[in-house]
T-cell receptor
């Protein structure tokens, strides 16, 4: 019974490069959430997606960040032209569907921007 | 604007004793509350939750208490074990299915053998 999977676990990018973070939800889960954790902070909501739809992107920076959850394959969080301030742990969570409040988290991707 | 506050950054408890972790919130629209446990370099693990229609929920050694009028909840762990040493996050969501979670900054619990 595989949990939420994220890859890569660690990602190093130079300023100006693109970062792609992948998330495969738990089997049977069709709702995906992305959160970011800066050092010494709690997790901050970024975006909530269902298959092929963005439901809530109120926590996503307006520029350089985008997310998708295609019909087939994992959810992708894309950060273009990364800057040092993007260095953080990015966590993906999934839930099975409507009226289910608990979210189950993956191990995270630690992005370091040099 | 911190809507979920965990004002004590750390707590140290003797093994076998009770650990009480506190959490306050300001958003009156929150109606579901969760506690997560997190080890370094891992993702948060769901521990226990409570709906606003209840004031207590218990699961083994873990009990969560909710005081809606005070906008306060607490997690009790009894008896505390060294393996409980981790960061504990309080989180909340508003009414409605699949609402985003708002997290506190976390409390580092150390259980001394």
């Amino acid at each position: 019974n595989a949990g939420v999977m994220q890859n890569p676990r660690h990602l190093v990018r130079r300023r100006g490069q693109e970062a792609r973070l992948r998330c495969s939800p738990m089997k049977g889960h069709s709702h995906v959430y992305w959160y970011r954790q800066l050092p010494e902070e709690g997790l901050k909501f970024m975006v909530y997606l269902q298959k092929e739809n963005i439901i809530d992107e109120s926590g996503m920076p307006k520029e350089r960040f985008s997310a998708e959850f295609p019909k087939e394959g994992p959810s992708i969080l894309r950060i273009q032209q990364v800057v040092r301030g993007d260095s953080a742990a990015y966590f993906c969570a999934s839930s099975p569907g409507l009226y289910y409040n608990e979210q189950f988290f993956g191990p995270g991707t630690r992005l370091t921007v040099l | 604007d911190q809507q979920v506050k965990q004002n004590s950054p750390s707590l140290s408890v003797q093994e076998g004793r009770i650990s009480i972790l506190n959490c306050d919130y300001t958003n009156s629209m929150f109606d579901y509350f969760l506690w997560y446990k997190k080890y370094p370099a891992e993702g948060p693990t769901f521990l226990i939750s409570i709906s606003s229609i209840k004031d207590k929920n218990e699961d083994g050694r873990f009990t969560v208490f909710l005081n809606k009028s005070a906008k306060h909840l607490s997690l009790h762990i009894v008896p505390s074990q060294p393996g409980d040493s981790a960061v504990y996050f309080c989180a909340a969501s508003e009414a409605g299915a699949n609402s985003k979670l708002t997290f506190g900054k976390g409390i580092t619990l150390s259980v001394r053998p």
